[in-house]
């Protein structure tokens, strides 16, 4: 439906959604479609871009335009919301399952967790609002689900370690490491998964790339951590057979 829409009513469905059955102020709405400086009719076309919405709605879902505005895109005193059911969006179904991962992990559930983990991140098919030309609000909402996205992966890669996955691993780590080249944890990983591999000196050459990306282009150097993890591979530390 979205394709069909204009860039901006786009927006408004993209704000909408991720705040599913939350109210989404008209403030915000406005600071992303028109930033700081809103024009005058700003309400007025606010308002139009919302009716547009509801008759996309309506048709989408073969419901008449009073019953949508009545209990799918609702509006209220200081915004509007829109309504979903359970499962709808595929966010509250990610979220859901990162959720059950973690109580599984507390659990003591390692294969569970990761089971939820593996699912959660299948729900992904490329960047966020891919096709929404995206304001300020919607730059920070993508910015914010990316990151949840890499650190669930690399807990998820975590996981995966633990049991003793670690040749499975090594074609998505080759690949990460070049798509998040001062991402100390994935290459913290990555050098973990070659080690127990037997690739020890190409889990050495992983942590050298890596200290000379950080030196060269940030100007610091690899974490201790990471720099006890070099030494421990160095030293073919017996720990780090240990997949628990």
Same mark, same amino acid.
């Given at each position: 439906?979205?394709?069909?829409?204009?860039?901006?009513?786009?927006?408004?469905?993209?704000?909408?959604?991720?705040?599913?059955?939350?109210?989404?102020?008209?403030?915000?709405?406005?600071?992303?479609?028109?930033?700081?400086?809103?024009?005058?009719?700003?309400?007025?076309?606010?308002?139009?871009?919302?009716?547009?919405?509801?008759?996309?709605?309506?048709?989408?879902?073969?419901?008449?335009?009073?019953?949508?505005?009545?209990?799918?895109?609702?509006?209220?005193?200081?915004?509007?919301?829109?309504?979903?059911?359970?499962?709808?969006?595929?966010?509250?179904?990610?979220?859901?399952?990162?959720?059950?991962?973690?109580?599984?992990?507390?659990?003591?559930?390692?294969?569970?967790?990761?089971?939820?983990?593996?699912?959660?991140?299948?729900?992904?098919?490329?960047?966020?609002? $891919?096709?929404?030309?995206?304001? *300020? @609000?919607?730059?920070?909402? +993508?910015?914010? /689900?990316?990151? %949840?996205?890499?650190?669930? !992966?690399?807990?998820?890669?975590?996981?995966?370690?633990?049991?003793?996955?670690?040749?499975?691993?090594?074609?998505?780590?080759?690949?990460?490491?070049?798509?998040?080249?001062?991402?100390?944890?994935?290459?913290?990983?990555?050098?973990?998964?070659?080690?127990?591999?037997?690739?020890?000196?190409? $889990?050495?050459?992983?942590?050298? *790339? @890596?200290?000379?990306?950080? +030196?060269?282009? /940030?100007?610091? %150097?690899?974490?201790?951590? !990471?720099?006890?993890?070099?030494?421990?591979?160095?030293?073919?530390?017996?720990?780090?057979?240990?997949?628990?």
């Amino acid at each position: 439906m979205s394709a069909r829409l204009a860039p901006k009513p786009r927006k408004i469905l993209a704000l909408l959604l991720l705040n599913a059955n939350r109210i989404v102020s008209t403030a915000s709405l406005m600071t992303e479609l028109w930033g700081e400086t809103p024009p005058k009719s700003a309400t007025t076309t606010l308002q139009t871009y919302v009716l547009h919405l509801r008759k996309a709605l309506g048709a989408l879902w073969d419901v008449e335009l009073p019953d949508i505005a009545k209990n799918v895109l609702t509006t209220h005193t200081n915004g509007y919301m829109l309504s979903v059911p359970p499962g709808t969006v595929d966010l509250h179904v990610y979220d859901e399952l990162v959720a059950a991962g973690r109580r599984a992990m507390d659990e003591g559930e390692i294969e569970g967790g990761a089971a939820c983990f593996a699912e959660a991140l299948a729900l992904w098919s490329g960047p966020p609002l $891919a096709d929404v030309p995206i304001g *300020r @609000l919607l730059e920070a909402e +993508v910015m914010r /689900l990316e990151e %949840d996205r890499l650190g669930i !992966l690399e807990d998820r890669i975590a996981v995966d370690l633990r049991l003793g996955r670690h040749h499975q691993l090594l074609g998505e780590l080759t690949s990460l490491s070049v798509q998040q080249p001062f991402h100390e944890g994935l290459h913290e990983k990555f050098m973990l998964a070659l080690y127990r591999s037997g690739r020890r000196h190409q $889990a050495l050459d992983v942590y050298q *790339r @890596l200290r000379t990306s950080l +030196v060269n282009e /940030l100007g610091i %150097d690899p974490s201790p951590q !990471l720099q006890r993890l070099h030494q421990s591979v160095l030293a073919s530390d017996p720990r780090l057979d240990n997949a628990a």
